[in-house]
C-alpha cells in the first residue's frame, strides 16, 4: 500500500502548475549561489539545499537534479555539482530531510522537494534526474524503480541497488555509477557490471549525465590534490 500511495504521489508532481505566489518567490531567489536551507510552501518541516545557474529564466524549461546524502546533509552534493550545474545550466536540489533510516521517511523528503520544486521552477520533465551518495543512492534508485518514467537517470554513488532490486529489461531509467577504489561497496557496484550489461543498460547512459558525473569526479579529485 505503502508504494502505491508513493507512485500516485509521484505521478501527481509533473500535472502540477506553479501558482503565483510560488513564482513570485521563485523569482526572489538568488541565482549563481547556493541557498542552503529552501523550505518547501506546503511543509515548512521539509527543506533543500538549492542551486540555480545564474542565467535561469522561467521562459524556457531546465533540466534538474535531485539529490539524496545518507546524512541530510543537502548542501554537499549541492556543492559537488555546482561548478558543472552552472556551465551547463542545471537546476540542483538537495534535501535536507532525506537520509539513512525509514523508507516513509526518504519518501516523504523525496516528494515535498519534488513538489515544490515543480511548483517554484520552470523544469523539463523530461530531463529529471537523482543522485546519491551510500545510502541515498539506494534511495534514488528505488524510486526511480518505483515510479517508472519520473526520472530520466540515476547517478549512483558508492552503493547501487537496495535489497530488492536488480538490474533489468523492464528499466526505464539510465544508470551511472561512481565508487573508489578504496570503498567498502567497490566489490558491490563492480559486480554490476554483468548484469548491467545484459540488460543493455550499460549501452544507455546519457551523455549529459556522464558529463555531470565527470564533472564531479573531476572535483572531487581536485579537491583531494
Request: charged share 20%.
Amino acid at each position: 500500500m505503502l508504494r502505491i500511495v508513493v507512485i500516485v504521489s509521484l505521478v501527481l508532481l509533473v500535472s502540477l502548475s506553479p501558482p503565483a505566489q510560488a513564482t513570485q518567490q521563485a523569482n526572489a531567489i538568488p541565482q549563481g549561489q547556493i541557498v542552503e536551507k529552501l523550505e518547501c510552501l506546503n511543509d515548512s518541516s521539509q527543506s533543500y539545499a538549492l542551486y540555480l545557474p545564474s542565467n535561469y529564466t522561467p521562459d524556457r524549461k531546465w533540466p534538474i537534479l535531485y539529490a539524496l546524502d545518507p546524512g541530510a546533509r543537502g548542501k554537499t552534493p549541492v556543492e559537488r555539482f555546482k561548478e558543472a550545474a552552472e556551465k551547463y545550466g542545471w537546476i540542483l536540489a538537495g534535501s535536507n530531510n532525506s537520509r539513512n533510516g525509514p523508507w516513509r521517511r526518504a519518501a516523504d523528503a523525496w516528494s515535498a522537494m519534488t513538489k515544490d520544486t515543480q511548483q517554484r521552477f520552470s523544469i523539463d520533465d523530461d530531463r529529471v534526474y537523482a543522485t546519491g551518495f551510500s545510502g541515498g543512492a539506494r534511495v534514488a534508485l528505488q524510486i526511480a524503480q518505483l515510479c517508472q518514467d519520473c526520472l530520466a537517470g540515476v547517478i549512483a554513488s558508492g552503493a547501487g541497488f537496495p535489497a530488492g532490486l536488480a538490474p533489468s529489461t523492464s528499466m526505464h531509467f539510465l544508470f551511472f555509477g561512481t565508487t573508489g577504489i578504496d570503498d567498502f561497496n567497490f566489490s558491490e557496484l563492480r559486480s554490476l557490471d554483468v548484469p548491467l550489461t545484459k540488460t543493455g543498460i550499460n549501452e544507455k547512459i546519457a551523455k549529459e549525465v556522464k558529463t555531470l558525473a565527470k564533472e564531479e569526479l573531476n572535483g572531487r579529485v581536485r579537491l583531494q590534490e
